[in-house]
């Protein structure tokens, strides 16, 4: 904010006697668990990090507003196809080359989901779930979870 930090604003609102009834969830780039203490001491109701997915959003507003979602299954293929994705590890990862893992290792390092994406199109057809397990660790921004798991199969 060009005048004034997230900070400075959240106390202000909450300075206000109908500010004090207002929710702020702060929403902070930090990956250190001390700016928790920092957002939370500077009269935030609550936090989220980022990157963020769309439902932990979605999951925060419920909590604060008290509302509640229905969701349309709007594809039941697409549902049965999800129930087929398994956990991804280190194991299954390692029918890939050593070169490949390293790829994927520093693709993930990097945050690159381009890069991931490239280097799992190159998954055999055949290992189609592999390819949905990676591809749900990226849509969760799990990318500590594929490098650590990358690196493990080279090992395998």
């Not at 500010?19 to 989220?48: H, P, R």
């Not at 419920?62 to 039941?76: C, F, K």
């Not at 779930?129 to 921004?141: T, Y």
Request: hydrophobic residues 45%; charged residues 25%; aromatic residues 6%.
């Amino acid at each position: 904010m060009p005048v004034t930090n997230g900070y400075e604003a959240t106390q202000q609102i909450k300075s206000h006697l109908k500010g004090q009834a207002t929710v702020i969830i702060a929403l902070t780039a930090s990956t250190l668990e001390e700016e928790k203490a920092v957002v939370l001491s500077a009269g935030c109701d609550d936090f989220v990090r980022k990157p963020f997915r769309e439902e932990v959003i979605f999951d925060k507003m419920a909590q604060y507003l008290g509302v509640r979602y229905i969701y349309e299954n709007i594809n039941s293929e697409l549902s049965s196809e999800a129930s087929q994705v398994e956990k991804l590890t280190a194991e299954a990862l390692a029918i890939m080359s050593d070169k490949w893992l390293m790829e994927l290792a520093d693709a993930a390092a990097a945050l690159d989901p381009q890069q991931i994406d490239r280097l799992v199109s190159q998954i055999p057809p055949e290992r189609q779930v592999l390819v949905q397990a990676i591809q749900q660790e990226v849509d969760n921004f799990d990318f500590d979870r594929i490098m650590n798991l990358a690196q493990v199969a080279v090992n395998l």
